[in-house]
C-alpha cells in the first residue's frame, strides 16, 4: 500500500518537498498554522516556480489549518511525518503528530539545524530519522500558496539525504531516499551526524549574515568584508565540527579544510575560497530573487533560528575549547535586528570584528 505522507510546516521547503511529491503522485496531507495560505492552496493550489519554465506548476493537494488536525483521526495513519517547522518549534510539533502515526510510523526531522534529538525525545530513537536538505534547493514561500526555488537544479548534486541517528542504512530510510527523489536528488546516508554538521556550516555562514545584513545570497558574495566574514564563520565551524569528530563534506560547493585554512589566513586557500563563492553567484546558477530562510524571517517579522543555529556552534565550540567568536558576534547581531533595536545592513557584521 502507498505510503501517507504528512508535511507538518507546509512552509517554504515543506510546502515546496509536499507539492512536488503530491504531483508526483505521492499520498500527501500539508498541515500548516498559517490560515491565508491554507485557504490559498485550497483554493488555488499550491505553485511552484523554479528558474526554467518547466518546473512552473500549480499542485492540488490536501491541505488543514493545524486546528483541523483531529480530523486525522478519523482517517488512515500516518506512515512518514516530515516535520518542516522552525527548530524552536520542533517539539510541540512532533508531540502533536505523533498521536496519528501508523505502528511502524516515523517522524522525520526536515529542518536546518539538528533536532533529531527533540524529535527522538518525544518520539522515540526507533521512530527517529533525518533528512539534510542541500544547500542548492533555496526556497522561498514569498505570498500564501506560491513558492519559488532560488537555485538551478543539477542531477549531479545531491539535494537530500537521508539518514538514521545509528549510522546505519536501513531499508526505510532507502525508500524514503526512493520518495524523495521524486522532488530532486536523493540518497540515503550512513553519516546523518556528518551530513547534519555539514549543512550547519553551509547555514552558518550565510542564513544569519543576509539577516543580519539585509543582502540577498549574490549581493552578499559579491561584497568583499562581508564575503571575507562568511569566510570566517565557515572556517570556524569548520573547526568546530572536526573537533566533535564528524566526517564532514563539502560546504556547499567548499571543501572544509581549505574552508577552515582560509579562514586562518591562508593566503592560497582564501584564494580558491573566494574564487569558488564568487562563481556562485552566477545568476544562471542563482536567481537575483534568493534571500536564505533567515533573512525571509526577519522579512516576515517572525523569530529566527540564530540561537539553535550560529548560537549552537558558538556553544558547541566553548563546550569542547574551539573559540568560534565570529557566531557569536552574528548571533547578537541578529538577535539585536530581530528586536528593532538596529535595521538590517552591512555595518552589522564590519563593524564588530
Known amino acids: 500500500m502507498q505510503k501517507r505522507i504528512a508535511v507538518v510546516g507546509a512552509g517554504a521547503v515543506g510546502g515546496y518537498v509536499g507539492a512536488s511529491l503530491a504531483h508526483a503522485g505521492h499520498d500527501v496531507t500539508l498541515i500548516d498554522p498559517w490560515p491565508a495560505h491554507v485557504e490559498a492552496i485550497r483554493a488555488n493550489g499550491m ?41 524552536y518549534d520542533t517539539i510541540w510539533a512532533v508531540q502533536f503528530i505523533r498521536q496519528y502515526l501508523a505502528p511502524a510510523g ?44 532560488g537555485y538551478a537544479k543539477r542531477p549531479h548534486v545531491t539535494s537530500f539525504y537521508v539518514g538514521e541517528p ?43 549574515v543576509s539577516a543580519a545584513t539585509g543582502m540577498g545570497g549574490n549581493a552578499r558574495d559579491r561584497h568583499d568584508a562581508v564575503r571575507r566574514i562568511c569566510i ?26 581549505t574552508l577552515a585554512l582560509a579562514a586562518e589566513g591562508n593566503r592560497r586557500a582564501l584564494d580558491e575560497i573566494e574564487s569558488i563563492l564568487l562563481g556562485g553567484t552566477d545568476e544562471g546558477l542563482r536567481a537575483p530573487y534568493q534571500r536564505p530562510s533567515m533573512a525571509q524571517d526577519l522579512a516576515k517579522g517572525r523569530r529566527t533560528e540564530i540561537e539553535l543555529m550560529n548560537g549552537f556552534i558558538a556553544s558547541e565550540g566553548a563546550r569542547v575549547g574551539v573559540p ?7 548571533t547578537r547581531q541578529v538577535l539585536r535586528v530581530e528586536r528593532g533595536e538596529i535595521p538590517p545592513r552591512p555595518e552589522n557584521v564590519l563593524a564588530n570584528t
Do not use: F
Open 166 to 208: 545509528s549510522g546505519r542504512i536501513t531499508r526505510r530510510a532507502e525508500e524514503l531516499a526512493a520518495i524523495m527523489n521524486d522532488v530532486d536528488t536523493a540518497r540515503a546516508t550512513d553519516n546523518l551526524w556528518g551530513e547534519r554538521w555539514t549543512k550547519l556550516c553551509v547555514n552558518g555562514m550565510r542564513n544569519g
Open 47 to 87: 505553485n511552484l516556480y523554479g528558474m526554467t519554465e518547466a518546473e512552473r506548476r500549480t499542485v492540488k493537494v490536501p491541505a488543514m489549518h493545524i486546528t483541523e488536525a483531529q480530523n486525522l483521526a478519523k482517517q488512515r495513519p500516518i506512515d512518514i511525518a516530515l516535520v518542516s517547522v522552525k527548530s
Open 324 to 330: 568560534a567568536p565570529t557566531h557569536a558576534m552574528l
Open 232 to 257: 570566517q564563520l565557515g572556517g570556524e565551524s569548520v573547526r568546530v565540527g572536526q573537533k566533535l569528530g564528524y566526517k564532514l563534506g563539502p560546504i556547499g560547493a567548499l571543501p572544509p579544510e
Open 106 to 149: 516515523i517522524v522525520v526531522s526536515m529542518q536546518n539545524c539538528v533536532n533529531e534529538e527533540r524529535v527522538a525525545s518525544v518520539a522515540g530513537w526507533g521512530r527517529t530519522l533525518g533528512i539534510i536538505v542541500g544547500g542548492g534547493v533555496g526556497v522561498d514561500l514569498y505570498e500564501p500558496g506560491h513558492i519559488r526555488r
